[in-house]
């Protein structure tokens, strides 16, 4: 079953429509899903795609207010073929009113719930307004969130942090009141110490003060982002806060939540479930400061209701012919980070086609630099860092040793902004925060090879339904090259406009869909590339997949997919002389040429594809990620290993995914944790960990690690394993930054 997911979470930066979309994915478990925006009309193409699928779900949200909180439209319904589901649908307005909606709103209301044989949503006051509206085919279920675990919670207190989420701006006319929420928040910062809660950009500043008032960690996921939120639901010991979304995901997982509110959602829900909850304009310090283990009574009724719940969830799904996780929770899987440069890049390409082809295993979630994520990494198994230059893992607290770092080109080999730089220095400038080193071409390979513990052959591929050959070439021969023209590594005006002067010859500005630029290869019988040095290219796998006969310069993986004069041509002296006889045998030799270009798009196929190259790529993966996952701390200890100090050394440890071990393996060296720490404090610099090493820990009866103490020990870790503390003066620092790289370029 394909399921379409109406959501705003797409253009949304708030994680708590995140957390709806990725608690409906868990909840419905189908074999795919496709997401289309709820903030914008859909295009046609969109409505085509979206009609493809079996049934849509309108993803819950507040999208019951005084004024219709989305862009669905009587238009949209005219054109919409499938069912349509809401699923967990939310309303707000001041507490103990209804939404005052208008007629044509109300009418694309009741147009939505017509769709559905049953819709569902998420607290009786939404019940109430569309009862109102006349609509009754709804049950009461609450939010998604309430079932992301799965099963029926038990609330406990846990042994990690306390948490607190953040509200700075309110809705429904409660903006005088939000500064009532400084006393409250600063008693609970002094007596708790929590890690504080945003679930978007609105709360930032609002958690700025506070980290800098009172020396707090923080936890942001941007752009519609919500793993850390969910990573750290379950491991926490208990939150309070202002923010609806947080405080389910962490009931759903059995972690007590208290709530301020000011506005029908907090009020509605804590109704629904037996919960006391806090009115923002009768809240006082003291009120705040009774929450926590003295008050575990006030969740006595919330496991029948959550059981009542879920009745009425799986009722709404069956009713609709939509499978439900409820009954057959599925195995979590592990999660893999992709980070990737830019959208609509070659990296981008790849990692997508990774990701389909890895999905079924891992649960992907893919970044992009351009949109200068807030990375943290405890909600990750292993990262996967697409770019070799990349920084934004950097300072985050990623174990180096779960890292995959790809080298896909030669350009830190020459002048320019990252080179010229050794093999040594390249290593340790750019890899030495990975343990695992992914290279796309043998030549790179060689290069990395035996300087390295850990490098690995990773090819990229190619989709064969975007790029295959779809005509036969007829003719004078014509000569085609895509690429940037305005690159200098890709030699395009000084050698190759000159060398194909003569010939019917085009260059393509890599700015065509890929549909644009299987058409355009076909029209060529010679794609060349007169590259200084690549990584690959791509453009050569695409190419001799639609066909084509590549005339190179010898770079990348030119000599693994090229036999000279037989499938393609490689041009030992990159001249324009060296190109023209290129040109000149080709033209010579045309039945030949197109005779490559047809055998050519039956090799690629076979030994290019990424259906070919996937089976391998993934058991790459899953030994990384158990060499990853390896003990990296080795106990030294004469205590038995339930003595309470061992518990304590793998507690702590835990709480930064790390374990440990009596024994080291035999294919790693060890350090001595407490002289590495003190070496690192002798040279000015906070301790970090290097891949592919055991650190040694002595642990003794009454003073515990020897040579750091428990308040060593955990320093050294949040130091190495916890994201850097933000910047007071950001502008200052990259004013800084800016003027040093200036002076470096100065002095070169």
Known sequence: ??????????????????????????????????????????????????????????????????????????????????????????????????????????????????????????????????????????????????????????????????????????????????????????????????????????????????????????????????????????????????????????????????????????????????????DIREASPADVLAW????????????????????????????????????????????????????????????????????????VRMRYSTDAPILRPESYDLAIIFYWAEIMQLQRGFDPNRVIQYVSSHRWQFPGKHGPLSVHDFIWKYLSRAGTIFTTSMRLLSLLHGEMPRVFHAPNGFEPAKFRRTRERRGPLRIGAAGWSGDSVKGFGEILVPAAAGYDFELADGQMSHAEMNNFYNQFDVVAITSAHEGEPLTLIEAMAAGCFPVCSDVGIVPELIRDRENGIIVKQRTIEGFREAFAWCAANLDKVREGGRLNAIQLLETRSWEHLLPDLRQQVAEAMAWGSRPRFIMETASHTDAATVKKLQCLLGRFRQSVALEPPDDEPMLDLARDVQRHAEAGKSWRMLPGYCYKVQIFNVTGPQGLGWEGLEKALSEALLPAPPVRFPLVQRTRRFLLRQLQSFGR
């Not at 890690?195 to 009172?214: E, F, M, N, S, Y």
């Not at 926590?292 to 709404?316: T, Y």
């Not at 999660?335 to 389909?356: K, Q």
């Open 1 to 278: 079953m394909k399921l379409a997911l109406l959501t705003p979470a797409i253009g949304s930066r708030n994680a708590g429509d995140a957390m709806i979309e990725s608690a409906i994915r868990r909840l419905v478990p189908a074999e795919s899903f496709e997401r289309f925006t709820l903030r914008r009309a859909l295009t046609g193409e969109e409505i085509a795609a979206l009609n493809a699928c079996d049934a849509a779900i309108i993803c819950g949200s507040n999208l019951y207010q005084n004024k219709l909180q989305c862009a669905l439209d009587a238009d949209f319904l005219n054109r919409l073929r499938v069912p349509l589901i809401p699923l967990g649908i939310g309303a707000s307005s001041a507490t103990g009113t209804l939404p005052q909606m208008s007629a044509g709103d109300a009418d694309i209301v009741r147009g939505l719930h017509s769709r559905s044989a049953l819709g569902s949503v998420r607290d009786g006051p939404t019940l109430r307004f569309l009862q109102s509206l006349g609509i009754q085919n709804v049950r009461l279920t609450g939010c998604p969130v309430l079932f992301h675990g799965l099963s029926r919670p038990e609330i406990q207190m846990g042994d990690g942090v306390v948490t607190l989420s953040l509200r700075q701006t309110f809705l429904h006319g409660a903006e005088p009141l939000e500064a009532g929420q400084e006393p409250l928040l600063d008693a609970f910062c002094n007596a708790h110490r929590p890690t504080l809660i945003t679930q978007g950009p609105a709360d930032l500043d609002q958690a700025k003060r506070l980290v800098w008032r009172h020396g707090l960690d923080h936890i942001y996921d941007d752009e519609n982002q919500c793993e850390t939120h969910e990573w750290l639901a379950p491991r926490q010991a208990w939150t309070g806060g202002f923010r609806l979304h947080y405080g389910m995901l962490s009931l759903s997982h059995g972690r007590p939540a208290w709530f301020i509110g000011h506005d029908t959602r907090v009020q509605g829900f804590c109704e629904l479930m037996g919960l006391p909850y806090l």
């Open 292 to 363: 926590g283990p003295q008050r575990m009574g006030d969740f006595a009724q919330f496991g029948a209701r959550w059981q009542e719940l879920a009745a009425e969830m799986r009722a709404v799904l069956v009713a609709n012919g939509l499978p439900c996780a409820l009954d057959n929770p599925p195995k979590p899987k592990p999660r893999l980070l992709f980070m990737v440069p830019r959208r609509e890049w070659a990296y981008d390409f790849s990692a997508l086609s990774m990701r389909a082809g890895l999905e079924n295993e891992y649960d």
